[in-house]
């Protein structure tokens, strides 16, 4: 099974995202008044690139699908087992190789059409068949074949176990759409939408788009504003900042710097201003690679020099401003899991002399020259500072003579891709937050690293294993084993996991709840202070 992977490393460029909620409680606990329905104004630095769910695979699509389409299942506010949405119930048989929905009552699209289970089978089989190369299709390449007993049940069997499938349908892989509206093969155009979620598309272009709220909608969103306005600032972070700052949106999604944020977050005016800084959860990570068939960094005991050298924790002070923390895993904090591999073999503070010993030991008594490589066009502005950084710690133990050098992403894509580069970074936010997505894409024929490691415990006993377990937490200690795995061959060093913002008028409500390892943004909880 090949995951898609475009949709995670795109993700990282929109900025930070957070690790747990701080101080958030109940709105009725804090927000002892009502919220009243108006209009909500968010902005984020990112575009929506695609109306259409067969196409789209970047975060301000995604955006859009979770709010305008329903899936079979959702993720609830802070939760990452999926419950029934659209769906009003689903469930394994043979093995966690057919899975089967009902729908519930009073489904209709936008436009007045019913939606039923031959729409359901429509969606899934229109994404497979068009394959667009920005879509959603490797995510649901377990499909072998989907029928539809009756007009709300619907068979989904799979071609091996799949037990995180209904994490993935959950996604706005999962986007249901009219079978008479949407051609068969290919994509509709003109920024038009009928979905049957909470919200209406009326309109888009490159610099907004406008959602009113759908009457008709049955499904479990308890809907708290009258409408959303999405301001899309396309990479012009300063933009989105004033725009913040003049009051021409409520809340800043996506895109705001470290800088930024950190200012706003210890500034003593920040209550005078009418600001709240709000955090929340997150899954972001970002590691460290190494190509295990490269000349220096081939070698474990360089891999293993490195790991004793890095300072994580001055590394997210310094280049992060502590928007984001040290990870010692490759599952993060608050996925089922997660583990500390790396923490118990290397420790959290540097150790030069066990460096030191560990390369005399395997017979290297030079300096161990290596070039850093980054992108900070796909992995965010900070990339650069991040692994200069690295490269000061590494030189600082006089056992490296390590440098940074900075490409273009197409130019980085393809040194990896040829073998060229040593030492990369390699950013990841989840599809579905599930231990398979921060591990599967990662091994095998294939993977997301490039890296050249093969570990065939991995990827012929774990993953094919764990991939069978409908209950995720049985498979923690198998998770857990191919971690410590990991840990002690170094293919990547986890360096940090990020932490997710928003910016937004103090009298905004709900905003906690859209902010967790999910990356789903929920219109509905949007309202203002009456």
Not at 148 to 172: C, H, M, N, Q, Y
Not at 188 to 194: A, D, F, N, R, S
Not at 364 to 372: A, D, G, P
Not at 375 to 402: H, W
């Amino acid at each position: 099974m090949k995951v898609r992977t475009r949709r995670s490393a795109a993700l990282i460029s929109g900025g930070l995202v957070a690790v747990l909620l701080a101080g958030c409680g109940s709105e009725d606990q804090i927000w002892p008044f009502e919220s009243s329905k108006g209009r909500m104004v968010v902005g984020m630095s990112d575009g929506i690139l695609a109306t259409d769910p067969a196409a789209g695979y970047d975060p301000g699509s995604w955006l859009l699908f979770n709010n305008v389409f329903q899936s079979l299942l959702s993720f609830p506010p802070g939760g990452s087992t999926p419950v029934p949405e659209a769906a009003d119930e689903c469930g394994f048989s043979d093995g966690s190789k057919t899975y089967t929905c009902t729908l519930r009552e009073g489904l209709k699209f936008s436009n007045g059409h019913s939606l039923t289970s031959a729409d359901v089978k429509y969606s899934f089989d229109r994404a497979i068949r068009i394959n667009d190369p920005a879509g959603p299709a490797p995510l649901l390449s377990t499909i072998a074949s989907i029928s539809t007993p009756d007009e709300k049940t619907v068979v989904f069997r799979l071609k091996v176990p799949d037990a995180t499938f209904p994490s993935k349908i959950a996604s706005g892989a999962g986007s249901i759409v009219d079978s008479r509206v949407y051609p068969k093969d290919s994509l509709l155009k003109g920024g038009k939408t009928v979905g049957s979620g909470p919200y209406k598309l009326d309109s888009i272009d490159n610099s907004q788009a406008d959602f009113s709220v759908y009457s008709g909608y049955r499904g479990t969103a308890e809907v708290k504003n009258s409408g959303v306005t999405m301001k899309l600032f396309r990479g012009d972070q300063q933009a989105l900042k004033s725009a913040l700052e003049k009051g021409d949106v409520d809340i800043a999604y996506r895109g705001l710097t470290a800088k930024t944020i950190a200012a706003l977050d210890t500034s003593p005016t920040a209550d005078k201003d009418g600001l709240d800084v709000v955090q929340g959860s997150s899954a972001e990570v970002q590691h460290m690679v190494f190509n295990v068939k490269d000349p220096v960094v081939g070698k474990l005991a360089v891999r293993k020099a490195i790991a004793h050298l890095i300072d994580r924790y001055a590394l997210v002070s310094k280049v992060y401003e502590s928007t984001a923390t040290p990870l010692y895993s490759i599952v993060p904090v608050g996925i089922t899991g997660h583990g500390n591999s790396f923490f118990n073999i290397y420790g959290d503070k540097p150790q030069p002399q066990k460096a030191k010993e560990i390369l005399r030991d395997a017979g290297i008594t030079e300096k161990v020259r290596i070039v850093l490589w980054s992108t900070p066009s796909r992995y965010g502005p900070a990339t650069d500072d991040e692994f200069q950084t690295i490269a000061d710690q590494l030189n600082a133990s006089g056992l490296f003579d390590a440098n940074m050098r900075s490409v273009p992403y197409g130019d980085y894509e393809k040194g990896i891709a040829d073998g060229k580069y040593g030492v990369y970074v390699k950013g990841w936010v989840p599809d579905y937050p599930d231990p398979d997505n921060f591990t599967q894409p990662f091994f095998g024929d294939g993977n997301v690293l490039s890296n050249n490691y093969e570990n065939a415990d991995i990827t012929k006993q774990i993953i094919p294993q764990t991939s069978s377990m409908t209950d995720r937490s049985s498979a923690r200690q198998s998770f857990i084993k191919l971690q410590d795995a990991v840990a002690r061959d170094l293919p990547l060093l986890p360096l940090w996991q990020g932490k997710q913002y928003a910016v937004a008028k103090e009298n905004v409500r709900g905003l906690q709840n859209c902010l967790d390892t999910s990356t789903v943004f929920r219109f509905w909880e949007l309202s203002t202070a009456g």
